[in-house]
């Protein structure tokens, strides 16, 4: 069994390699592949690479359109950062830390645009027709959408056996014929 510390290692290794992966991917889409002049590039019958600078939060919540705004969003998301940071340093099971270290590792990559930029960019366009399950999207917040799902299900399907019903469980130990004074 591996020690908690080295579970939370390999948690911010996994945090650090999404927000590399998500950094690159950007500099991709807005570098070499030049998105922002194209505007869209077609790869599939049902998914598009697509510009969209995002100056909100997820669905576009909470538009940030002045230097206040935009400076108070950068902080809320970095205190959440910091919080999902502080809660994987308290984690102890591997599969609540992998996912804390997607959704940081995705809140890292965004919080890293909205810093140098002013919006996150977003590039994923997955649709089927003109119909769109998801607004335009990009890796970060696919990973923090799978962390959290992750916890979720996590949280929803392992449930601990509450303290009174350890204790009950405890009274009704067979009878052994002894008794103690």
Not at 140 to 152: E, F, K, N, R, S
Not at 159 to 172: G, L, M, S
Request: aromatic share 8%; no cysteine; net charge negative.
């Amino acid at each position: 069994m591996r020690s908690p510390d080295s579970l939370r290692a390999a948690g911010f290794g996994l945090a650090l390699g999404v927000f590399a992966l998500d950094r690159g991917i950007k500099a991709l889409v807005a570098g070499p592949l030049n998105l922002q002049a194209i505007s869209v590039i077609k790869l599939l019958p049902f998914f598009d690479l697509r510009w969209t600078e995002n100056y909100g939060v997820s669905y576009g919540m909470f538009t940030a359109d002045s230097s206040e705004t935009k400076l108070a969003l950068l902080a809320m998301t970095g205190l959440i950062a910091l919080g999902v940071a502080v809660w994987m340093l308290r984690e102890r099971v591997l599969g609540d830390i992998l996912a804390l270290a997607l959704v940081l590792g995705g809140a890292l990559g965004n919080i890293y645009d909205r810093y140098t930029r002013g919006y996150v960019i977003d590039y994923a366009d997955l649709h089927i027709g003109q119909w769109r399950p998801f607004l335009i999207f990009n890796l970060a917040d696919a990973a923090i959408t799978l962390g959290v799902l992750i916890l979720l299900a996590r949280s929803l399907l392992s449930r601990e056996k509450p303290a009174e019903a350890a204790d009950a469980d405890n009274d009704t130990a067979p009878d052994t014929g002894t008794e103690t004074v």
